[in-house]
């Protein structure tokens, strides 16, 4: 380490060299403690430390810097800030000028490495006086560069989702149990017609916005796909706020914890108001709909008594799930092939084995599927 850092050092410890008086840290013998204590902080910070003027120069770089900078300490000196600052980087002037207006500065900026290589770093600077009364600055720097790259591919990401919600006409949301609080994406907000002031960020809140005719509805849906643990979808209508009425469609999922309580509930809304306009016209041809009604209760009926009466005790989600069991699956695969947690499927693989008296899952597929070719070919 340079004698001069070394001996800035110990004169910001609260002693300069060759006084004997009391340093800052009350000690006496001219604060020689504490100028062992900054020699060892500076030598090894995993920070980088830049002793500068104030017109660029550098005067001392500790290993860290030289390290983060790519360049040994001579060279930094040589060099100076003007050599290492990325002068493309519009953020340098006013790291600058704040720092000569407030004695001090804080912020990122880009700098250029040994082999040619910009790294994003984070800066502290502060400006004092050396001994002799002369403007010095001490500057901290650490590169950040992966970090900043991360950032700005959250930053994408976030804005490709924001294009897709709006293209998609859709949004998402999340219910924190526990704390009673609703997060909604931007797409979201859009569908609603509401700024984030607007939201009322709890579950009663987003019931409020869906029309009073159908709010008992999405209330008992929810209800019941949080005590089965298991997935919903529901069309209810809204009110945006410019006064206009959509139709909503909303399907989601609940996460339950280790021990099987429900602890958080994630859904996606899509605006289905022109789909359910076509559907409405569609209704004028029942016939063929009842045609269908009439061949899945043939369906129904063809399946054997104690598959049937066993169907009735277990719900859709838990029929889904005996019959990727009979197709051999894992509760880890059938977790990815529903797009819930294993903790949700083994939680009612528990459910159904004990509905359907069951002691093993080669009996859980005999009781609700029958024998070998008798599956009840509704479930799917």
């Known amino acids: 380490m340079a004698g001069y850092s070394g001996e800035m050092m110990v004169n ?76 493309s980087d519009p953020r340098w002037a006013p790291l600058l000028a704040e720092r000569a207006r407030a004695g001090q500065t804080h912020g ?4 250029i490495r040994g082999d040619g290589s910009t790294i994003e770093v984070e800066m502290s600077a502060r400006v004092f006086s050396d001994p002799s009364g002369a403007p010095r600055t001490c500057t901290v720097i650490r590169d950040i560069t992966a970090r900043a790259s991360i950032e700005r591919e959250l930053r994408r990401s976030r804005q490709a989702l924001v294009e897709a919600e709006r293209v998609a006409r859709m949004g998402s949301w999340e219910w924190d149990m526990r704390e009673d609080r609703t997060t909604w994406s931007d797409g979201l907000f859009e569908l609603y017609g509401l ?9 009663e809140g987003g019931i409020e916005r869906v029309l009073p005719e159908d709010r008992q509805r999405v209330r008992e849906a929810m209800e ?10 529901l069309e209810y209508r809204v009110v945006r706020r410019d006064g206009r009425v959509r139709t909503f469609r909303n399907q989601g999922e609940v996460v339950v ?17 022109e789909a359910k306009l076509v559907e409405l016209a569609l209704q004028s041809t029942s016939a063929d709909l009842e045609r269908r009604a009439g061949e899945l209760q ?12 066993t169907h009735a005790l277990l719900t859709a989600r838990q029929l889904e799930i005996v019959q990727l069991i009979a197709q051999g699956l894992t509760n880890a695969a059938i977790a990815e092939r529903l797009f819930v947690t294993e903790g949700t499927v083994k939680w009612h693989v ?27 070919l509704s479930m799917g």
């Open 12 to 87: 910001q410890a609260g002693a300069t060299p060759g006084e004997g008086g009391t340093g800052r840290d009350g000690t006496g013998a001219g604060g020689a403690l504490g100028a062992e204590a900054y020699r060892a902080l500076y030598e090894f910070s995993p920070y980088g430390v830049l002793f500068t003027a104030p017109d660029g120069r550098v005067l001392a770089a500790n290993p860290a810097a030289c390290e983060i900078l790519g360049r040994t300490e001579a060279e930094i000196c040589t060099l100076g800030r003007q050599g290492m600052a990325d002068d």
């Open 108 to 111: 990122i900026a880009r700098m």
């Open 195 to 203: 700024s984030v002031n607007e939201l009322d960020a709890t579950y």
């Open 224 to 233: 019941r796909a949080v005590a089965e643990r298991s997935g919903f979808a």
């Open 257 to 273: 914890d280790e021990r099987g309580t429900p602890v958080r509930v994630v859904g996606v809304v899509r605006d289905v108001t």
């Open 298 to 309: 043939r369906l129904a009926s063809a399946a054997s008594a104690e598959p049937a009466a």
């Open 350 to 376: 528990k459910q159904i084995l004990a509905r359907t008296g069951s002691a093993n899952r080669a009996e859980v597929i005999a009781r609700v599927l029958g024998p070998p070719g008798t599956e009840d």
